[in-house]
C-alpha cells in the first residue's frame, strides 16, 4: 500500500494537508523497513506456509479491524458524517480502486520466491523524500535528501 500512495497519491485526495502528510511520510517508513522484517523473519522461520498464512490472517484481520473502526467513527459523529457522504463515497472510490490495482503486486507475496525487494520504489521514495523536505521543511528528510 506504501507503493501505491506514493505512486498515487490522490487516494489522499479527501484527507486534511497534515493527514495527507503522515500518509505519506507513513508509506516512506513502510517501504523502507519491509525487506528488512521479511529477511528477518526468513532466517528466523523460514517457512514459507506459514509466511502465506499468516499474510492471509493478517490481511483479513486489518480489513475487518479497518472497515469496524471507520463505521464507529462515521456513526460516532454521524451529524457531521452524513454531511460528507459525498467525499466518504468519493474515498470509497478510490480505496476501492487501489484495493484491484494493487491486487497483482498484493498476490505476488503467496508466490514461493517472493522478496520485497522485487517491487523496487526508490525512484518514487526520492521524488517523495525531496518533496517532503521542500515543501514541507521537514528537517530529518533535509538531512536524507542531502545525503542521497
Not at 523497513?33 to 526468513?42: I, L, N, S, T
Not at 517457512?47 to 490481511?59: E, G, K, L, P, W
Not at 497483482?104 to 520466491?113: A, F, G, I, N, R
Request: aromatic letters at 14%; hydrophobic letters at 45%.
Amino acid at each position: 500500500m506504501g507503493g501505491y500512495i506514493l505512486r498515487h497519491p490522490e487516494v489522499l485526495s479527501t484527507l486534511e494537508e497534515d493527514v495527507q502528510k503522515l500518509w505519506v511520510w507513513h508509506a516512506i517508513e513502510e517501504i523502507e523497513h519491509r525487506a528488512v522484517a521479511f529477511d528477518v523473519y526468513q532466517h528466523v522461520y523460514g517457512d514459507d506456509a506459514i509466511r502465506r498464512m499468516i499474510m492471509r490472517s493478517v490481511t483479513t484481520g486489518f480489513a475487518s479491524l479497518t472497515f469496524y473502526s471507520a463505521s464507529r467513527l462515521f456513526w460516532q459523529d454521524r451529524k457531521n458524517s452524513v454531511l460528507k457522504v459525498r467525499g466518504n463515497l468519493f474515498g470509497s472510490y478510490l480505496l476501492l480502486k487501489m484495493l484491484i490495482q494493487l491486487a497483482p503486486e498484493y498476490l505476488s507475496y503467496y508466490q514461493k520466491e517472493f522478496h520485497p525487494a522485487a517491487h523496487d520504489y526508490s525512484q518514487i521514495v526520492n521524488y517523495w523524500k525531496q518533496r517532503l523536505a521542500e515543501d514541507y521543511q521537514m528537517q530529518e528528510f533535509v538531512e536524507v535528501v542531502s545525503a542521497l
